[in-house]
């Protein structure tokens, strides 16, 4: 299997790789490279086996939780866990995505590892952990100030959504249709063609997967009936497959969650079922696996003014309880394709954002709802906004849009021009953890 972003580079060290799925169970488990790697000669020394130096334990989980209840260490390769004893191996725990539910902030995780070391006569010193979290050192040190476990954000999203984006001229009807896509991005030229014309829609915003907050921001477009001025994607109940990442749901069940109320809005929502699905781009998006994600539809970006992003997580922030800051190309797909965007995520996001290099739309958009701890105060204030754009007429909206395009090439050039600095030199930062 092809690591990426150095974690192949056997000039630092050999690496031992066992890879986990949903369910906790081991999928794969080898020594990657040759023998040869492993100071072995194919005569006396073979390799893995006799190997007696250092080397990295990469552990890839899918799901911290289901393997916190198959145990870790105890399942490992015997030559790897009396290595790991006698101080020869570091162990990098890497999670594709994470957050404070599923990660190390987690205190059943958490508690779940300390009780491995100490059964397992492991020095908490030699694990290494990484996720996606672009916060979590400082929720780490913040709630587990004593540990010794050294983690870092690997920024996968962001490296995800750089090596695979690719453009469409204009939508498609079929899943199938995937190799129209020209490999190529928009640039400042395709933009800057488009100034002296009208779109003809307010926002686009793209929404596969029913979370309760998405439930609930969607059916607040509908209930203010501005759906009718979006390029709008959201499943129904009817469609979608597990495979697809969809599955059946209840809207009424989720938007309850949500609120923490029974029976919310359920004339609207009876309503609102009756005209969905919403389809935007993708004819079939929601009965097929997803492998749109980092494909841009030039129409839809080019033919609206901004994007309403709902991100994979919204949730409430307190002080005494982890806390997440998880973006996926949601956000990075807008902000590289020259829209302004209205978040609907964790608080702090877009500060986040800003530290990243890019630019925020404040004073255009009233970016205060970063700012607010409480979920519910958070997505009305974030409604307010997307309500005060779509008020506008387009010419109006048009204008403001333009105002704005310091600020879209900005993040354009950032992206294109910063970003993979930063992506090696993340990768590196991960190396001098885990390698050195």
Same mark, same amino acid.
């Given at each position: ?169 204009? +939508? ?251 992506? +090696? ?12």
């Amino acid at each position: 299997m092809e690591l990426s972003h150095g974690l192949n580079d056997f000039t630092k060290k050999t690496f031992y790789h066992i890879i986990t799925d949903f369910h906790g169970k081991f999928t794969e488990d080898y020594p990657v490279g040759t023998i040869y790697d492993w100071d072995g000669d194919g005569e006396t020394h073979h390799g893995f086996i006799d190997y007696m130096g250092e080397y990295v334990l990469l552990i890839r989980i899918d799901s911290f939780n289901t393997l916190a209840k198959e145990g870790l260490f105890g399942r490992i390769n015997k030559k790897i866990l009396n290595d790991l004893q006698c101080d020869r191996v570091k162990v990098c725990l890497w999670l594709q995505e994470g957050g404070s539910h599923d990660s190390v902030l987690n205190k059943v995780i958490y508690e779940f590892l300390q009780k491995e070391f100490l059964k397992f006569n492991i020095k908490e010193s030699n694990i290494v952990y990484t996720d996606n979290n672009l916060i979590l050192e400082e929720e780490f040190k913040k709630h587990y100030p004593e540990s010794k476990i050294k983690v870092v954000s690997h920024n996968w999203q962001l490296w995800r959504y750089f090596g695979n984006h690719v453009k469409m001229k204009s +939508k498609v009807i079929k899943w199938e249709k995937i190799d129209a896509a020209n490999g190529g991005v928009l640039s400042v030229e395709d933009l800057l063609k488009t100034k002296d014309t009208l779109r003809d829609k307010h926002f686009l915003s793209y929404n596969r997967s029913p979370h309760s907050h998405r439930c609930a921001a969607i059916l607040y477009l509908f209930e203010n009936n501005l759906h009718t001025k979006g390029i709008l994607s959201f499943p129904s109940e009817t469609i979608g497959t597990e495979e697809a990442g969809t599955g059946k749901f209840s809207i009424q069940e989720q938007v309850d969650i949500f609120y923490c109320e029974d029976n919310v809005k359920s004339e609207v929502i009876n309503d609102f079922k009756n005209n969905l699905p919403f389809i935007a781009d993708i004819e079939d998006i929601f009965i097929k696996d997803n492998i749109w994600d980092s494909v841009v539809i030039e129409s839809s970006f080019f033919n609206t003014y901004f994007s309403f992003v709902v991100g994979t997580m919204f949730e409430g922030y307190d002080e005494e309880v982890p806390y997440t800051i998880f973006m996926t190309e949601k956000v990075y797909k807008p902000i590289t394709n020259f829209h302004p965007i209205i978040y609907l995520g964790n608080m702090g996001s877009l500060k986040k954002l800003k530290e990243l290099g890019f630019k925020t739309f404040h004073p255009y958009i009233d970016e205060s709802y970063d700012e607010e701890p409480d979920k519910l105060k958070r997505l009305n204030m974030v409604m307010e906004q997307v309500n005060k754009l779509c008020s506008m007429e387009l010419s109006e909206l048009h204008e403001l849009y333009w105002s704005m395009s310091d600020i879209l090439i900005s993040n354009y050039d950032v992206y294109h021009k910063m970003v993979h600095a930063k992506d +090696k030199s993340n990768a590196e930062y991960i190396l001098n953890y885990v390698m050195g």
